[in-house]
């Protein structure tokens, strides 16, 4: 019995070390292969491919299968359309490298509310740092679209790992999704970015993660159990307005799309 306790442990440290292999180099692919090809279409496909086991189930549970899975699919997408959009920048390419594989490595993996936060709030940063890049050309309308489908994936992405019991998510989530759909509209009248070598830096990603930190520690103060003090709640709104203040009045002077 002993024996087969240790052949079990042996294969699943085998396993967690080739799906560790399997996720760094797919990381790398993906860039590696943008950076190659000048498009983005491979790398995108290959997250396509990837994702083969979200689509295969029954056509009843398939938009289920899919919504469990965007925020995923935004953050691959995210990487390989800003290796794309910095392709010439290579301290950039550099950077997502390296947070793309731990992303996949370690931050994904995880099941615990820390980083399930971590998970939404990369997912709402970099979806809406693409979308900003992408649309600025298109429409509002499309922005607007595209910032309140990230809000609303991330949103219960969060509330479904806060709240185990499963209780009503939906109308959060859609509030939170129509906050950031409404901030994306003023802010495309006035579309400020920050340049820092060569990247693209949206103030909507900025001010969006500073509304979803806020948040997010409120809904956790208000769970029954929470370690929270309401100290750190108040903290964290006043750091949040204080950082959104500062780059209205000191910082909205720059590049504007």
């Known amino acids: 019995m002993a024996k087969f306790l240790e052949g079990g442990r042996s294969s699943s440290a085998i396993s967690d070390i080739l799906h560790l292999i399997l996720n760094v180099g797919f990381a790398i692919v993906a860039i590696a292969l943008v950076v190659l090809t000048g498009v983005p279409w491979p790398s995108l496909a290959l997250v396509a491919a990837s994702k083969w086991r979200t689509f295969a189930v029954r056509p009843y549970f398939l938009w289920l299968s899919i919504r469990a899975n965007l925020v995923d699919i935004i953050v691959n997408c995210s990487f390989v359309l800003l290796a794309y959009l910095n ?101 495309s009248f006035w579309q400020v970015v920050y340049i820092i070598d060569g990247i693209v830096i949206p103030q909507l990603a900025i001010t969006a993660l500073l509304i979803s930190l806020f948040a997010s520690l409120y809904l956790e103060y208000l769970q029954e159990g929470s370690k929270l003090e309401k100290v750190e709640v108040v903290f964290a709104g006043v750091f949040a307005g204080l950082i959104q203040l500062i780059m209205l009045v000191s910082f909205s002077s720059g590049v504007v799309y």
């Open 87 to 187: 392709i010439t920048n290579y301290i950039a390419l550099f950077a997502l490298v390296i947070l793309y594989v731990c992303w996949a490595a370690v931050i994904k993996t995880k099941n615990e509310l820390f980083f399930a936060k971590l998970q939404a709030g990369m997912a709402l940063f970099l979806g809406l740092t693409v979308a900003v890049q992408l649309s600025y050309e298109l429409p509002n309308v499309v922005l607007v679209a595209i910032a309140g489908l990230i809000g609303y994936v991330v949103a219960r992405h969060f509330l479904i790992a806060l709240d185990d019991e499963g209780g009503k998510i939906e109308l959060p989530a859609l509030c939170f999704a129509l906050t950031i759909a409404s901030l994306a509209f003023i802010t």
